[in-house]
């Protein structure tokens, strides 16, 4: 993935009050930072996604609680990805040649192996629950997401409809407004989508979001 530019916080979006303040998302962060750091460092190097967006996506997906989510849920974990399409996922990073030596021992060393067809194993509930791997196979479908034709545009990240994919999933509403709505900025692509993900885009982009903290406030923690 080539480097991308990318504006933070975006002109028109403000995190909302309602989701805590300015000094407990950054104590959200460093608790990630502390706990997980050597595994967002790992996936940072690997999907070439600042370490700072990831954790963002940590902090608004879960708080950095890797049991998040209902128990046995399909989007349970740190990233909070969905564990039904995660198979699919991988194979088409393996069948695409975009997974580094580095990430194949790295999931390999979770029995997560490739046959001589690019098949592989059922991702589990038990493998959402695994940090290291939860935050590896979110890098994996990040990646995957950003380099599309409309998760970058002009040799810059379009964050915005990478995060309502991500949330709401690329055939509903939400998804197709993202893929095809051509809004012009985040704050109006915002303001077309569904409450949850228009309130998700604002926790990750908005003044006093995850990104801007962890870009200002916490800059020399994370790199």
């Known amino acids: 993935m080539a480097t991308l530019t990318l504006a933070i916080p975006t002109s028109g979006l403000i995190s909302p009050e309602t989701w805590g303040s300015r000094e407990s998302i950054k104590g959200i962060l460093q608790n990630i930072a502390s706990n997980y750091g050597k ?10 996604i600042p370490k700072a967006i990831l954790m963002a996506f940590c902090t608004v997906e879960s708080g950095g609680i890797p049991t998040a989510g209902s128990a046995g849920h399909v989007t349970q974990g740190l990233m909070q990805w969905n564990r039904t399409f995660a198979k699919q996922i991988l194979e088409d990073e393996f069948s695409q040649k975009r997974l580094s030596p580095a990430e194949k021992t790295k999931l390999a060393e979770f029995g997560i192996k490739f046959d001589a067809k690019g098949k592989t194993r059922n991702i589990t509930n038990a493998d959402q629950l695994k940090p290291e791997l939860n935050i590896l196979i979110g890098s994996i479908l990040l990646g995957q997401l950003i380099d599309t034709n409309w998760g970058t545009e002009n040799g810059g990240m379009r964050l915005d409809r990478v995060i309502a994919v991500y949330n709401a999933g690329a055939y509903g ?18 303001a077309d989508v569904n409450p949850t993900t228009r309130a998700y885009i604002k926790k990750m982009m908005g003044k006093n979001g995850a990104l801007e903290v962890a870009t200002t406030d916490l800059k020399g923690q994370i790199a």
């Open 39 to 48: 595994f967002f460092t790992f996936a940072s190097e690997t999907s070439r």
């Open 173 to 190: 509403d939400t998804g197709k407004k993202a893929r095809f709505g051509n809004h012009r900025t985040p704050a109006l692509l915002a």
